[in-house]
């Protein structure tokens, strides 16, 4: 009988499982933005943080200057 009590385990972890999954991949559309778009997005973020930490740098050194 022990054999029925783990399926029942088993489908209960697995159907948690899938929701899990599911609220994730709703998040994602949430956002409404693709996997393409969003690498763009967060691309163009990190060349305007760099920009700024040169421009920042820059403006240390000809202060020191």
């Known amino acids: 009988m ?9 489908r209960a972890k697995n159907q948690k ?8 991949k709703n ?11 969003r690498k763009h997005r967060d691309a163009e ?3 305007e943080k760099q920009r700024k ?3 920042q740098s820059t403006g240390q050194k000809q202060a020191v200057n």
């Open 2 to 10: 022990t054999r029925g009590n783990q399926r029942d385990l088993a």
């Open 17 to 24: 499982k899938q929701q899990e999954m599911q609220k994730k």
């Open 27 to 37: 998040a994602n559309e949430k956002t409404g933005l693709s996997l393409s778009e």
């Open 45 to 47: 973020l990190m060349r």
């Open 53 to 55: 930490k040169e421009e």
